[in-house]
């Protein structure tokens, strides 16, 4: 079951024409391909999003041929959606408008790596897991990790402002984004932001454009700060008899002033995920916290003995275990990282949603899962990064004939994350499939002038449309 397109307005078919004549005459035939084959092959990307079929593919190879096919679009009034590694999950690189998808994978050049300053820069095209290989043969360490860490890239993570099982402790994509060469329609090409790590010259625009979902201008470079690599990881499985247990110890640790890098939730059925992907848990178990920390050596003992004590004082301890080598901490974070296409195996139709509550309101959002499950009717299973109050709450059914019902417990699961004091989206963005919920945390004023600003940088609306904002004139929620 798919989500579709936004009412947006589409380009003109002369139009088109002109366009790709003009791309072709720039560019070559080589870096623009008009074949169906191509263009159906990127009018989707990882999430349910169903747009329309993009008219043209342009892949960059270098940062002129992106200011070239920007130039060329807004003298063509032709949409353009940027798109990098194309694991977005919330319709991010979708083509609702048809024009031009812009590739940008081929710009994938780690252009330095400076163990001084502490510093990366990089091009969008940087496989992310590529990036933290890289650095750590240096010694050095980029905390952000995406599950999809082995396929997404850089200028997606910035574009999203991605977020990951570390982000309890070191942050996410945005903290660590330093400055980017941007390229906005008509060709103009910005850059914004700094080489060190403070400063507070002008207005933050290398902020504004971060989480900008390739709304505002698309990424060409992107200079990120970097940190030492933690000498040591140490990795604990917590097992539970239930959710509720495992998120009462959440609160728990967090309370006790314990930082671990990584605090992982999983439920009934995502650990029923896990074992039918081949990973052996406790059968007892009904719910699990992959706990990770890192740090010198002589430090981790006393962290790792401290976080037993607070664990064991909660109600529902099954077993906790220490990961003996780095082996078996792989395993463990491979079968986590796994979860979403091992548990669209569960039932024909999945959809995810990543909602973020305060942690001490994490135990009182599973309870509102449980009951909007059960008020619907809809199967539910959740994950999550725990830590932060980023939770994975999905959606399963087999009969498109549920779909009426998946989308109230979609609803209610919003409007329960708002009540809780929490938001819409932690790492996935709003895109296209949660633009209709954007009014349940946001003003009419606030979204009034997101738009205007969208406006600033891009007049006719021309770079990635329908992303973000509800439909004009159409009653959200």
């Not at 780690?110 to 990036?131: F, H, S, W």
């Not at 463990?332 to 979403?340: I, K, P, Q, V």
């Not at 959002?365 to 909007?372: K, S, W, Y």
């Not at 809809?378 to 019902?405: K, S």
Request: charged share 25%; proline share 5%; glycine share 10%.
């Amino acid at each position: 079951m798919l989500i579709a397109a936004p009412p947006v307005t589409l380009p003109s078919a002369s139009a088109v024409e002109r366009v790709k004549i003009a791309l072709d005459r720039a560019l070559g035939g080589s870096k623009v391909d008009a074949t169906e084959e191509r263009r159906l092959a990127y009018a989707r990307d990882e999430s349910e999003a169903i747009g329309r079929t993009p008219d043209v593919v342009v892949t960059a190879e270098r940062a002129e041929d992106v200011a070239t096919v920007l130039a060329l679009a807004e003298e063509h009034g032709v949409p353009v959606t940027p798109r990098a590694g194309g694991t977005g999950r919330t319709g991010g690189a979708v083509p609702v408008a048809g024009g031009i998808v812009l590739r940008t994978d081929r710009l994938a050049q780690i252009k330095e790596i400076d163990r001084g300053d502490l510093v990366a820069v990089v091009q969008p095209g940087v496989i992310t897991g590529d990036l933290h290989a890289a650095c750590e043969k240096e010694g050095l360490f980029y905390p952000p990790d995406p599950n999809s860490l082995k396929t997404c890239m850089i200028g997606g993570n910035v574009a999203e402002n991605a977020g990951g099982p570390r982000a309890f402790k070191y942050g996410v994509t945005r903290d660590y984004v330093l400055g980017v060469e941007v390229c906005l329609m008509g060709g103009r090409v910005l850059r914004p932001g700094r080489r060190t790590v403070k400063g507070v010259t002008g207005y933050d625009v290398t902020g504004l454009l971060v989480g900008s979902e390739g709304t505002l201008g698309v990424f060409t470079e992107v200079t990120l700060r970097l940190v030492p690599k933690p000498p040591e990881v140490a990795t604990v499985l917590a097992l539970f008899d239930d959710v509720h247990a495992c998120g009462d110890a959440v609160s728990a640790i967090v309370a006790a002033g314990l930082v671990p890098r990584c605090l992982e939730l999983l439920d009934r059925a995502t650990l029923e995920a896990v074992r039918a992907n081949g990973v052996s848990v406790d059968t007892r178990a009904g719910a699990m916290l992959l706990v990770e920390m890192d740090g010198e050596a002589a430090a981790l003992d006393p962290q790792i003995e401290r976080l037993g004590e607070v664990v064991s004082r909660g109600r529902g301890v099954v077993d906790l275990l220490v990961a003996q080598d780095a082996a078996q901490r792989d395993r463990l974070w491979e079968a986590r990282r796994m979860l979403s296409p091992a548990t669209r195996k569960l039932a024909k139709y999945k959809l995810s949603e990543d909602i973020v509550v305060p942690r001490s309101r994490v135990p009182e959002l599973l309870t509102r899962v449980d009951a909007i499950g059960a008020a619907t009717g809809v199967r539910t299973l959740t994950y999550g990064h725990a830590g932060d109050g980023n939770l994975h709450v999905n959606f399963l059914w087999n009969d498109e004939g549920e779909r009426p019902a998946v989308d109230r417990a979609i609803e209610a699961l919003m409007r329960a994350t708002i009540e809780l004091r929490g938001t819409l989206s932690g790492e996935h963005g709003i895109g296209v499939s949660k633009a209709a919920y954007l009014p349940l945390e946001q003003s009419a004023e606030l979204i009034a002038l997101q738009r205007d600003l969208k406006r600033v940088f891009d007049p006719r609306d021309l770079l990635n449309p329908g992303k973000i904002f509800p439909a004009t004139g159409h009653a959200a929620c």
